[in-house]
C-alpha cells in the first residue's frame, strides 16, 4: 500500500484524516510496514501530539500484535482519552498480563463500561471465570451500565462456572434494560441457563425468543441431548430449515454420549446422503467412537477409508478417535501401525490407555511399554493405566516397580493410582507391601479417599489381616458408600465372622444405603459360612421382593452352598431344579462338595454327571466323586473313577501350599522333599506331631482317600503341604509373628484339627486361606467354628 505524500497546503485536520484512513486500511490488511511508515510520518510532520491520530496509532499497534509499539506510544502520549485507557487495557487483558491491566485500569480516572468489559473478556480469556464475575459484580456496585458484549461474556462465565444464581441476577437486569430480545444476548443466556442444568428455564428463554438464529437452535438441541431427552433434540432439528454441522454434531455427538451408537450412525448416514454440511473432525471422532463403542472393526475401516478418499487431515484428535476405534474393535496391529506412522505427539490418554487395552487382550504389553516410554507428556492417568495394564496381564512385579519409578520421577500418584496399586497387593496377599502402600497414602493425604479406604479393606482382608481391615473400615467413617459396606461385609464373611457380616449389612439396612447385587452376595456368603440357614433364605427373598434385584448365578451359588453345607442336600438338588436358569459349572460343583462332605453318594453321582455334561475336563468332579466313594469306602469305585479320569487324560490340580518370608515365596507339595531346609522341616513336623498328639490330638485317617494301612495313612497325613509350610514358618520367623499360609485347595480335616493344636502348643496365630475363606487359629480354636 503506498502512502500520498501531503502538499504544504494540506491542513493539520487533513493530514491527521488521512493518516487515521491509512492505518484503519492497515489493520485490516495486517500491513506493519505501513503502520510504521505512518508512524514516522506522523512524527515528522509534528502530528504526534494529537490525540485523535494518536489513538489511531496506539489501536493499530494493539490490534496488530505489537505490543511493545503499544506501550511506548501510550507513554510518549501527552494528553489520554479513556479511549487511549481502554486500547491499553484492552491489549494487556488479552494478553494475559494482568497485573499491568489491573494496574492500567487502576490509574484511569474514569473507568467506562469497555474499560470493564475489557477486564471481563480478559479473564474469560485465561479460563478465569470467577473474577470475571467478581469484575461484573464490582461493575453494577459501581453504578456503570453494561453493554451488550459485556452481558454476553459474564453469562459465558456463569455457563463456564454453572453460576446458576449469578446468572438469574445478570437475566433481571437485561430485562431491566429491555436487551431480552437481542439475539446474541438471548442465545448466551439461553446457553447459560443449559450448561449450568436449569432446561426449564432455557426452554422459556427459547420459547420467547421471536428472532432465533441456528446458534439458538443449536443450543437448545445439544442441551436435550446432554440431558438424555432425545426426542425432543431430534424434533428440533428436524424443525430446521438448514441445518449446519454444529446441528448435525450435535445431534450425532447427544446420541453417541448416550449410549445410542446405532442410531448416531444412521443419523451420520442421513448427513452424508442428504445434507450439504461436510463432516468435520468433530463429526469423525464422535462416529469413530460410536464404532468403538459397537466393537464394529469393519464399519470403523469403512469410515477411515471415506476419510482418506475426502482427504481429510488424520491429525489431532481425529487421529486419537481413529486409534482407539482400531484398539477397541480388535485392530490393535492397525492402531499400532498409525501410532508408528503418525508418531507419538499429541497421543492422548484416552487412545493410549485403549491401546494398552488392546495389548492386554492380546497378553502382548510390551508394545505399550514402548509407547508409554515415549509420550513426550505422561500424566498420572498414563501411569495409573499402564500399572493397571501390568496387573491386569499377571505382571505384578512389572507393575510394582513402575509404581515405584513413579513415585521417585512422576507425577503424584492420586487416589486412583494407590487403589490399583493396592488391588495388585491384594492379588499378592502381601501384608508387608500393603502396610507400605497405606503410609503411602496416609503421606500423600489420600488415605481417607474413598476409593483407596474401598481398596485398603480389600487389600487387608485378602492379605489375612481382618484387624487391619476393620480399623480401616471404621476409619473411614461418614464417608463410606456403598462400595465401602459390601468390602467389609465379604471381608467378614471370607475371614469366619459371618454373624458380624450380618449384622453389618442389618445395620447397611437401617441406614436405608440400598444393598446391589454384589452385597447380596457378601451376605449370603456370611450366612453359608455360619450356617444360618433360615436368615440367608431372608436374605434372598428380600433381594428379590425389596430390593428387586434379580439373582444372578452367583446368588444361586450361594443358596445351594448354604443348604449344602447344612446338610441340606435334597433341598438344595430340588433347588437346583426349580431354578429359572440352567445350573451351571458353579451350582452343581457346589452341591458336589456339599455330598462329599456329607458323604451322600447317590446325589454326588448326579452333580458329577451334570457337571461334567458342561465341562468334560473338570478335575474336580472327578475327584470330589472318587473321594466322596473313599470316604463311604467304596475303594473300587473310586478305583474305577480315578481310572476314568486318567484314561480321558485329564489332570487333577494338585495341592500346594505357600508361605512368604521376607518377600520370598515358599512353595510346598505333599512330602515335598525340593526344600533347601527338608532334613530341619521334617524334624520340626514330627516334633510338633508328637507334641500335638500328646494334647490330645488324634489324627483323621479317613482324610486319606486311599485304601492303605492306617501307620502310612497317618505319615502321608504328617507331611501335608499346610504343615509342612508351617514347619517352615516356625523355623524362620520371629517367635510372636503371625503365621500366614496360603492353600490352593480347600484345607483337610486332619489338617484343620492339626492347626488348631499347633497354635496352642506354639502360642502364635496362624492364618490359614485356602480356596474358599480364611481360617484365624489361635489358642487352640478356629474362628469357623469348625464349619467350613
Known amino acids: 500500500m503506498g502512502i500520498t505524500k501531503p502538499s504544504c497546503t494540506t491542513s493539520y485536520a487533513s493530514h491527521s484524516d488521512l493518516y487515521a484512513d491509512v492505518l484503519q486500511s492497515a489493520i485490516k490488511s495486517r500491513d506493519p510496514f505501513v503502520g510504521r511508515s505512518v508512524h514516522a510520518r506522523i512524527i515528522k510532520h509534528g502530528l504526534h501530539l494529537g490525540v485523535f491520530l494518536m489513538n489511531n496509532l496506539l489501536n493499530f499497534y494493539a490490534k496488530t500484535g505489537s505490543f511493545s509499539d503499544v506501550h511506548c506510544v501510550f507513554a510518549e502520549m501527552p494528553l489520554k482519552t479513556i479511549f487511549s485507557w481502554n486500547t491499553i487495557l484492552s491489549a494487556y487483558a488479552k494478553r494475559g498480563n494482568f497485573e499491568a491491566a489491573q494496574r492500567v485500569f487502576?490509574?484511569?480516572?474514569?473507568?467506562?463500561?469497555?474499560?470493564?468489559?475489557?477486564?471481563?473478556?480478559?479473564?474469560?480469556?485465561?479460563?478465569?471465570?470467577?473474577?470475571?464475575?467478581?469484575?461484573?459484580?464490582?461493575?453494577?456496585?459501581?453504578?456503570?451500565?453494561?453493554?451488550?458484549?459485556?452481558?454476553?461474556?459474564?453469562?459465558?462465565?456463569?455457563?463456564?462456572?454453572?453460576?446458576?444464581?449469578?446468572?438469574?441476577?445478570?437475566h433481571s437486569f437485561i430485562v431491566k434494560l429491555g436487551l431480552s430480545s437481542v439475539v446474541p444476548v438471548a442465545n448466551s443466556l439461553l446457553n447459560m441457563y443449559a450448561k449450568s442444568g436449569d432446561s426449564v428455564m432455557a426452554k422459556v428463554v427459547f420459547d420467547r425468543m421471536r428472532l432465533k438464529d441456528k446458534s439458538t437452535w443449536n443450543t437448545m438441541i445439544s442441551m436435550h441431548m446432554h440431558f438424555g431427552q432425545l426426542d425432543l433434540g431430534l424434533a428440533l432439528f428436524q424443525e430446521m430449515i438448514d441445518p449446519d454441522i454444529v446441528s448435525w454434531n450435535s445431534i450425532i455427538t447427544g446420541y453417541t454420549h448416550q449410549g445410542h451408537d446405532v442410531k448416531a450412525l444412521e443419523i451420520f448416514s442421513l448427513m452424508l446422503n442428504s445434507s450439504s454440511s461436510k463432516p468435520d473432525k468433530y463429526t469423525l471422532g464422535s462416529i469413530l467412537s460410536a464404532c468403538a463403542n459397537l466393537e464394529n472393526l469393519k464399519l470403523g475401516k469403512q469410515i477411515h477409508a471415506y476419510m482418506v478418499r475426502a482427504n481429510i487431515d488424520i491429525s489431532g484428535a481425529v487421529r486419537n478417535a481413529l486409534i482407539l476405534m482400531y484398539a477397541k474393535a480388535g485392530g490393535i496391529e492397525i492402531a499400532h501401525r498409525i501410532v508408528d506412522i503418525t508418531g507419538i505427539s499429541n497421543l492422548d490418554v484416552i487412545a493410549f490407555t485403549s491401546l494398552l487395552d488392546g495389548f492386554v487382550k492380546i497378553g502382548d504389553i510390551n508394545p505399550a511399554r514402548d509407547i508409554f516410554d515415549s509420550l513426550e507428556f505422561r500424566d498420572v492417568v498414563a501411569w495409573t493405566a499402564m500399572i493397571v495394564g501390568y496387573a491386569q496381564n499377571g505382571l505384578l512385579s512389572d507393575a510394582l516397580d513402575l509404581f515405584r519409578k513413579m513415585v521417585r520421577e512422576g507425577p503424584k500418584p492420586n487416589n486412583y493410582t494407590l487403589a490399583a496399586v493396592l488391588s495388585v497387593f491384594s492379588s499378592l496377599a502381601s501384608l508387608g507391601h500393603g502396610k507400605q502402600l497405606h503410609a503411602t497414602a496416609i503421606r500423600l493425604q489420600e488415605a481417607s479417599s474413598i476409593s483407596v479406604g474401598n481398596a485398603l479393606i480389600t487389600m487387608y482382608s485378602r492379605s489375612g489381616s481382618i484387624r487391619d481391615a476393620r480399623k480401616v473400615f471404621k476409619q473411614i467413617c461418614s464417608n463410606k458408600n456403598k462400595l465401602t459396606w459390601t468390602c467389609m461385609i465379604i471381608a467378614l464373611a471370607q475371614h469366619g465372622f459371618g454373624k458380624d457380616a450380618v449384622e453389618l449389612f442389618d445395620t447397611m439396612l437401617k441406614l436405608d444405603i440400598e444393598p446391589d447385587q454384589i452385597t447380596y452376595v457378601g451376605v449370603l456368603s456370611a450366612c453359608s459360612h455360619v450356617g444360618l440357614v433360615q436368615q440367608g433364605k431372608s436374605y434372598f427373598s428380600l433381594m428379590k421382593n425389596a430390593h428387586h434385584i434379580e439373582p444372578t448365578s452367583s446368588h444361586y451359588a450361594c443358596m445351594i452352598d448354604l443348604l449344602g453345607r447344612a446338610g441340606l442336600l435334597e433341598e438344595a438338588y430340588h433347588f437346583i431344579k426349580n431354578m429359572p436358569v440352567e445350573p451351571d459349572v458353579i451350582a452343581w460343583g457346589s452341591l458336589l462338595a456339599s455330598c462329599r462332605v456329607h458323604k451322600n453318594v447317590d446325589l454326588a453321582k448326579v452333580a458329577a454327571e451334570n457337571l461334567l455334561l458342561l465341562d468334560p475336563n473338570n478335575s474336580g468332579a472327578y475327584s470330589a466323586l472318587a473321594n466322596t466313594l473313599s470316604a463311604c469306602g467304596r475303594w473300587k469305585d473310586a478305583a474305577m473313577i480315578r481310572k476314568?479320569?486318567?484314561?480321558?487324560?485329564?489332570?487333577?490340580?494338585?495341592?500346594?501350599?505357600?508361605?512368604?518370608?521376607?518377600?520370598?515365596?515358599?512353595?510346598?507339595?505333599?512330602?515335598?522333599?525340593?526344600?533347601?531346609?527338608?532334613?530341619?522341616?521334617?524334624?520340626?513336623?514330627?516334633?510338633?506331631?508328637?507334641?500335638?498328639?500328646?494334647?490330645?490330638?488324634?489324627?483323621?485317617?479317613?482324610?486319606?482317600?486311599?485304601?492303605?494301612?492306617?501307620?502310612?495313612?497317618?505319615?502321608?497325613?504328617?507331611?501335608?503341604?499346610?504343615?509342612?509350610?508351617?514347619?517352615?514358618?516356625?523355623?524362620?520367623?520371629?517367635?510372636?509373628?503371625?503365621?500366614?499360609?496360603?492353600?490352593?485347595?480347600?484345607?483337610?480335616?486332619?489338617?484343620?484339627?492339626?492347626?488348631?493344636?499347633?497354635?496352642?502348643?506354639?502360642?502364635?496365630?496362624?492364618?490359614?486361606?485356602?480356596?474358599?475363606?480364611?481360617?484365624?487359629?489361635?489358642?487352640?480354636?478356629?474362628?469357623?467354628?469348625?464349619?467350613?
Open 644 to 788: 476314568s479320569m486318567k484314561d480321558r487324560a485329564v489332570k487333577k490340580e494338585q495341592g500346594i501350599t505357600w508361605v512368604q518370608i521376607q518377600n520370598k515365596v515358599h512353595i510346598f507339595g505333599v512330602e515335598d522333599g525340593l526344600h533347601p531346609q527338608r532334613d530341619a522341616i521334617y524334624r520340626m513336623i514330627s516334633k510338633i506331631w508328637m507334641e500335638i498328639k500328646k494334647m490330645g490330638f488324634i489324627p483323621d485317617t479317613d482324610s486319606v482317600l486311599h485304601d492303605l494301612d492306617q501307620e502310612v495313612k497317618e505319615q502321608i497325613l504328617r507331611h501335608h503341604s499346610e504343615k509342612l509350610a508351617i514347619a517352615f514358618a516356625l523355623l524362620n520367623t520371629p517367635g510372636y509373628a503371625t503365621l500366614r499360609i496360603m492353600k490352593n485347595l480347600r484345607v483337610c480335616n486332619d489338617c484343620h484339627s492339626a492347626i488348631k493344636y499347633i497354635s496352642k502348643l506354639v502360642g502364635r496365630e496362624i492364618i490359614v486361606r485356602d480356596s474358599t475363606r480364611f481360617h484365624h487359629f489361635n489358642d487352640g480354636s478356629c474362628s469357623c467354628q469348625d464349619y467350613w
Open 106 to 170: 487502576d490509574e484511569i480516572p474514569e473507568p467506562d463500561s469497555v474499560s470493564w468489559t475489557s477486564m471481563i473478556v480478559g479473564y474469560n480469556m485465561l479460563g478465569r471465570f470467577d473474577n470475571a464475575i467478581h469484575m461484573f459484580l464490582r461493575m453494577i456496585s459501581c453504578g456503570v451500565s453494561p453493554t451488550q458484549f459485556t452481558f454476553t461474556n459474564v453469562l459465558a462465565s456463569c455457563a463456564a462456572t454453572e453460576a446458576l444464581d449469578i446468572g438469574r441476577k445478570v
